[in-house]
Nanobody
Framework: QVQLVESGGGLVQAGGSLRLSCAAS????????MGWYRQAPGKQRDLVAD???????FYADSVKGRFTISRDNAKNTVYLRMASLKPEDTAVYFC?????????????????WGQGTQVTVSS
């Protein structure tokens, strides 16, 4: 299996910045896309941003212009730089990766989630 570990969450004041990171590990052959989702209590999990292997990037309207997603393909790592943070950004942020890995000598698709990292933005 492919495992994802997020880091970088924390408590910041409105207007502050954080950088989240997510590192994938395992017998990875390739990662086609990595993205960030967030979920606040009582709300659904929403896509924040994602980036494909070709570099195509999507941002949710609510974060466009403030957040920047990037990747380091050699390290199988995706980052989310969050600037001008607002209280509405408070949520648990989850990393997701889709790709292919080696299982029993065969190429197998995977879709993995990290455990999540808490981001809290005070008013």
């Amino acid at each position: 299996q492919v495992q994802l570990v997020e880091s970088g969450g924390g408590l910041v004041q409105a207007g502050g910045s954080l950088r989240l990171s997510c590192a994938a590990s395992g017998s990875i052959i390739s990662i086609d896309a990595m993205g960030w989702y967030r979920q606040a209590p009582g709300k659904q999990r929403d896509l924040v941003a994602d980036i494909t292997s070709s570099g195509n990037i999507f941002y949710a309207d609510s974060v466009k212009g403030r957040f920047t997603i990037s990747r380091d393909n050699a390290k199988n790592t995706v980052y989310l730089r969050m600037a001008s943070l607002k209280p509405e950004d408070t949520a648990v942020y989850f990393c997701n990766a889709d790709g292919r890995y080696s299982r029993g000598g065969y190429v197998t698709n995977f879709s993995s989630w990290g455990q999540g990292t808490q981001v809290t933005v005070s008013s």
